[in-house]
């Protein structure tokens, strides 16, 4: 069973762009030395500028622990799991994995901060709305700068004035991750049929799981509803691309080529049954019947009407979308 994942992030001494370096210090020192717990909390001190409180120093040490980094072995410290497989590979990317993979909500971060640049109020808000189980005061900052400052210290976040941006090793990041931390979840569906009706026609489906905080980022950026059915149980949403994952690979982590649709649309949507245009109206296949209510009450019955954003999908790609659709080249 995987450990649980952690809520809080805990900065490391040394300054905020300087975490790495001064992890790198304590799994070094604690490889070597294997220390006590006053041994580790004496070279702290020794090591760092103005830090002398015992509870300052083991509530790192405990956050370190939590990791995986370091591990206790009766009365003394050693290397953990992490710390283990962070110091054989010692690479910036070892550590990356181990970070993202073991604390919640640095994934959907990066992924927010690929739309543009954020404020620490706004990644704050970004954080809690996305991941309510934090459970911070949005008032207080703290939370969000620590974890800014890890993104700092691994390359994949800068600061510039007041405003937090990707920088290229953290777009390159995101491109990756929202397959990796997910794999690729595959099932088939086939139907035959005569004509565009909603339960027959011809076709594949192809369902891919991405990274659920790619999709928590997804949710969130859209109140947790899907504009054309307005279903909000997130059990029933999906990510559906704009342009498609398979044809568009460099799009796949691109918020602004995604939105929420409940299954039944997206399955719609990508069947061509019904689209949405550069001005966010309806358009809906000619050809598309069905004796559903739901579907006629949210797709036919709507067709022409603008959807309502308060971020929607980036108006060139639902150009390029609809290029391919022979009933729409009317």
């Known amino acids: 069973m995987s450990p649980e994942r952690l809520r809080s992030i805990v900065p490391m001494f040394g300054g905020g762009t300087s975490y790495v370096e001064t992890l790198d210090a304590i799994l070094e ?28 120093i083991l509530r790192r040490v405990d956050y370190l622990e939590d990791v995986g980094f370091i591990r206790r072995a009766g009365d003394y ?6 710390g283990e497989a962070y110091l054989s590979e010692q690479t910036t990317l070892t550590l990356l994995e181990i970070m993202v993979r073991r604390n919640v909500g640095l994934r959907s971060l990066l992924y927010a901060l690929s739309a543009g640049p954020m404020t620490i109020d706004e990644v704050s808000h970004q954080q809690l709305d996305t991941h309510p189980e934090l459970g911070w005061n949005p008032a207080n900052p703290d939370m969000a700068k620590q974890r800014t400052n ?18 290229d090793e953290g777009h390159q990041f995101i491109d990756r991750a929202v397959e990796q931390w997910a794999g690729t979840a595959e099932t088939s569906v086939s139907s035959t049929g005569d004509g565009l009706t909603a339960a027959t026609y011809e076709t594949t489906v192809v369902a891919r799981s991405v990274d659920p905080e790619f999709r928590a980022t997804v949710l969130s950026r859209h109140d947790g509803t899907c504009p054309v059915s307005h279903v909000d149980h997130p ?3 999906d990510v559906a691309h704009v342009l498609p994952w398979s044809e568009y690979p460099d799009h796949r982590a691109d918020l602004g080529n995604v939105l929420p649709l409940s299954k039944t649309h ?12 550069a001005d966010y109206r309806l358009r809906v296949n000619p050809e598309f019947d069905t004796q559903s209510d739901i579907l006629q009450r949210t797709i036919i019955e709507q067709a022409g009407e603008q959807i309502s954003f308060d971020t ?8 390029k979308h609809n290029q391919a659709l022979a009933w729409l080249a009317d």
């Open 266 to 277: 997206h399955a719609a949507f990508d069947r061509e049954l019904f689209t949405i245009d």
């Open 312 to 319: 929607g999908p980036e108006p060139a790609y639902l150009q």
């Open 235 to 237: 059990a029933l949403l």
């Open 29 to 56: 020192f604690v490889d070597e030395h294997q220390p006590t717990t006053d041994e580790l909390v004496g070279w702290h001190r020794g090591t760092f500028a103005r830090v002398s409180s015992r509870d300052s």
């Open 77 to 82: 410290w050693q290397l953990g799991p992490e």
């Open 150 to 167: 890890w993104l700092r210290s691994l390359g994949l976040v800068e600061k510039d004035g007041d405003l937090y941006a990707l920088t």
